[in-house]
C-alpha cells in the first residue's frame, strides 16, 4: 500500500475550469442554481476509494477533509487548518473562493451568497441528517430552497469517474477476531431486545466487518468492505453487498442466518420495516436512509451503533495479537530509527526518502497488510503541521539542528498500529529539550493514570496538558482516539479530549496517548503511544507501543524522580522486546538509547 495520500484519480489544475462548467452544465439541467459537493462517500468513511473523491476530482484538492459549494457564478471551498497550505497548492483562487473554517462555516456562506428562490441541491446519500438539517436552516434564511437528487450532476459531468471498488471478501479468522462472528451476532441482539427495538441499521463498513468476521479492501488504508447491513432483534442478518465480493467460501463463512442481497435491494429492505421500532446513528448514517425509513413509517429511534462500543472492547485473544503486532511493528520503527541516525550522520535524508525507508522496514514483518494511515514525515517547520502529508513541492532534508516528527502505523491481522516519535537530528536547543520534556511529562502523566469505573476520556485529557499549561502553552487536537484491531486507526466510541465525551473507559479499550506541542515555522512535537484500559480496583493503561524515545530530548531537571524512573522501566522493556527481534547492529543502538536516565 503506497504512503501517499493522493487518489487515483487525475487532479491536473489546467483541467479543473472545465470540470466546473461541466457541473455547472449538468445543475442547470437539473434545475439547480447551486449544489453541494462533500468530501465523502455513503458511509461517511475517513477513507474513500476513487470512485466517491469527487472534491478532488472537482477541485483538485486532495486533503481528508474539506467541501465546495458551487453556485452559478461562484464557488467556494471549505477546509480545516490542516490543509490552508495544500488547499492553496491544488486548488485555482480564481476559479474557488478559499475559506477556512475558522473563518465560519459554509452555512454561513451559503445563507450570504444564495438569494430568495433559489435551490440548492445535495445528494442524500453524502449528507448525515444533521448536515441536511443545518443547511436546511441555512437556506431558509436565504429564503432558499435545499433539493435532495436522486442524481448526483458530479457523477454525470465526472465521465471517466473510476468503477466503484468490487475487492474479494476476505475471512478474518476467529483465531484472529478473538470471538466468532455468530457469538457477535447474538450480542448485538440482546442489545437490541434489551432496548426494544426491532433492527438495527448499520451503515459503518468497520461495524459489519467486525460482527460478520470478515475484512475487505475497498478503501485505502483501512481493510473494509463497502456495504450496509440490517440486523434483527433475533440475530439475523441482511448484508447488502455487491454479489462480485463474495465467494462460496464467504457464503459458508457467513452461514444460513446472514442473507446476501444486491445493493439495489436496501432500500425496498427499509421500506419493508414500516411500524417496527428501528435503530439508526444520525451521527453517521447517510441522511438518504432516515429519509427512506420515514417515508416507510418506520419508528426511527436515533441511537449510537450497537455494533461500536463492543467492538472497541477487545476480548483478551484480540489483546494478546495487538500485543504481538506492536512488538514487530516496534522492531521496525527501531530499525529505522537507527538507521536514521547514521544516514542523517553520513548524508541527506528527506521527508519522502525517509517515510518510503520506514514503510520498506514493516514489509517484511509477518501479517502486514499495509499502512493504516498515510505516514506524517515532517522535518523542521514541517512537523509543525499537525496532519502534514509530504508532496513533491514540500518534501524537506533533515537538517542539522531540527526536529524530524514521524507519525505512522501499519496494518497486520493481529492488530493496528499508530506510533509517533519525535527525534533531534543534530543537537537540539534548550527550548526543544524544554518542549519535548514537557510533552513527556504529559505523556507519562496519562500513562501512569488511575481511575475509577465510569470515567471518560475528557476527564482524563487535562493530566496530559498540565505541565504544558503551566507554562502558558498546549495543543490543539486531541490527546486520544480509539484504534480498532485490523480496522480503522481511529475508532469510537471513546475518545481523550477536552471536548465533552460521555462515553466511559471501560477494560479492553485501545486508545492512543499522543499529547503534542507545535511551534509554527520552527518544529512540532509529539509523543504518541497506543494503550489499553486495564482493570483492577482502579482502571488504568497498559503500553502497547515498543519503541526508544529520543533521550537526548529530555530535560532530565525538568522531570520528578517517578517520571525518571518510568522512563528508564519502559526503555528497559523496550530494550528486553525488541532486542530478540532487530540485527546486531540496531541492537547495539537500541541498548545505547535505552540506558538510564
Known amino acids: 500500500m503506497s504512503q501517499s495520500n493522493k487518489p487515483d484519480i487525475n487532479t491536473a489544475t489546467d ?4 470540470r466546473l462548467a461541466a457541473l455547472r452544465d449538468e445543475m442547470r439541467r437539473l434545475g439547480l442554481d447551486g449544489f453541494i459537493v462533500p468530501r465523502a462517500d455513503e458511509h461517511q468513511g475517513e477513507y474513500v476509494a476513487a470512485s466517491s473523491e469527487r472534491l478532488a476530482w472537482l477541485t483538485g484538492f486532495t486533503g481528508s477533509a474539506g467541501l465546495a459549494v458551487v ?3 461562484k464557488a467556494a471551498i471549505f477546509i480545516d487548518g490542516r490543509y490552508t497550505l495544500q488547499a492553496e497548492a491544488e486548488v485555482p483562487g480564481g476559479l474557488f473562493e478559499h475559506c477556512p473554517l475558522a473563518d465560519g462555516p459554509p452555512t454561513a456562506w451559503v445563507t450570504e451568497n444564495l438569494k430568495g428562490g433559489m435551490k440548492l441541491g445535495y445528494d442524500p446519500w453524502l ?8 443547511y436546511q436552516a441555512a437556506c431558509k434564511k436565504a429564503e432558499a430552497v435545499l433539493e435532495p437528487v436522486t442524481e448526483n450532476p458530479v457523477n454525470a459531468a465526472w465521465t471517466e469517474r473510476p468503477e466503484p471498488p468490487s475487492s474479494l471478501i476476505i475471512i478474518h479468522d476467529t483465531a484472529f477476531a478473538g470471538q466468532p462472528a455468530a457469538e457477535k451476532r447474538s450480542l448485538v441482539a440482546d442489545t437490541l431486545r434489551g432496548d426494544s427495538i426491532d433492527a438495527a441499521v448499520l ?7 467486525w460482527l460478520l468476521n470478515f475484512r475487505g479492501a475497498d478503501v485505502p488504508f483501512s481493510p473494509l468492505v463497502l456495504a450496509f447491513a440490517i440486523i434483527g432483534a433475533e440475530g439475523g442478518v441482511d448484508l447488502f453487498v455487491d454479489s462480485r465480493k463474495i465467494s462460496p467460501d464467504i457464503k459458508d463463512h457467513l452461514g444460513p442466518d446472514v442473507r446476501c442481497r444486491e445493493p439495489d435491494a436496501f432500500g425496498p429492505a427499509l421500506d419493508a420495516l414500516k411500524n417496527k421500532a428501528v ?3 444520525p451521527e453517521t448514517a447517510p441522511a438518504w436512509a432516515l429519509q427512506r425509513l420515514d417515508a416507510a413509517g418506520a419508528k426511527v429511534q436515533a441511537g449510537a451503533d450497537p455494533c461500536q462500543l463492543p467492538k472497541a472492547k477487545k476480548t483478551p485473544a484480540q489483546l494478546d495479537g495487538i500485543r504481538a503486532a506492536h512488538r514487530r511493528d516496534g522492531a521496525s520503527l527501531t530499525r529505522f ?11 541527506v535524508v528527506t521527508e519522502s526518502s525517509a517515510a518510503e525507508a520506514l514503510e520498506s522496514m514493516r514489509l517484511d514483518n509477518e501479517h502486514f497488510r499495509g499502512l493504516s494511515f498515510p505516514t506524517i514525515s515532517g522535518a523542521g517547520p514541517n512537523g509543525a503541521i499537525v496532519h502534514y502529508r509530504v ?6 532534508a533533515l537538517e542539522d539542528g531540527s526536529l524530524y516528527l514521524v507519525d505512522s502505523g501499519a496494518q497486520y491481522l493481529d492488530g493496528t498500529t499508530d506510533v509517533t516519535r519525535t527525534v533531534a537530528i543534530g543537537i537540539p536547543t534548550v527550548d526543544m529539550a524544554r518542549h519535548f520534556t514537557l510533552v513527556l511529562k504529559g505523556h507519562i502523566a496519562l500513562a501512569t493514570a488511575r481511575f475509577p469505573a465510569g470515567t471518560s476520556g475528557s476527564q482524563l485529557d487535562i493530566l496530559a496538558r498540565r505541565a504544558l499549561w503551566a507554562e502558558g502553552l498546549d495543543y490543539e487536537h486531541g490527546t486520544g482516539h480509539g484504534v480498532g484491531h485490523f480496522l480503522g486507526v481511529h475508532e469510537g466510541p471513546q475518545r481523550i479530549s477536552k471536548a465533552p465525551n460521555h462515553v466511559a473507559l471501560e477494560q479492553g479499550m485501545v486508545v492512543s496517548n499522543e499529547p503534542g506541542y507545535y511551534k509554527a515555522g520552527a518544529y512540532g512535537i509529539r509523543i504518541e503511544n497506543l494503550v489499553c484500559v486495564t482493570a483492577g480496583k482502579f482502571l488504568s493503561f497498559e503500553t502497547l507501543t515498543l519503541a526508544p524515545i529520543d533521550r537526548a530530548l529530555i530535560d532530565t531537571g525538568r522531570l520528578e524522580k517517578s517520571e525518571k524512573t518510568w522512563v528508564d522501566a519502559y526503555h528497559a522493556r523496550v530494550r528486553d522486546e525488541i532486542t530478540p527481534l532487530v540485527d546486531e547492529t540496531t541492537a547495539a543502538w537500541l541498548k545505547q538509547v535505552t540506558a538510564t536516565l
Do not use: C, F, H, Y
Not at 508532496?391 to 524537506?396: E, H, L, W
Open 127 to 134: 449528507m448525515t441528517p444533521g448536515q441536511v438539517s443545518r
Open 15 to 18: 483541467e479543473i475550469p472545465a
Open 391 to 396: 508532496s513533491p513541492g514540500t518534501d524537506r
Open 337 to 347: 530509527l537507527a538507521w536514521l541516525a547514521d544516514a542523517t550522520a553520513k548524508g
Open 71 to 73: 453556485l452559478a457564478d
Open 279 to 281: 435503530r439508526l446513528n
Open 203 to 209: 451503515t459503518a463498513p468497520d461495524s459489519i466487518a
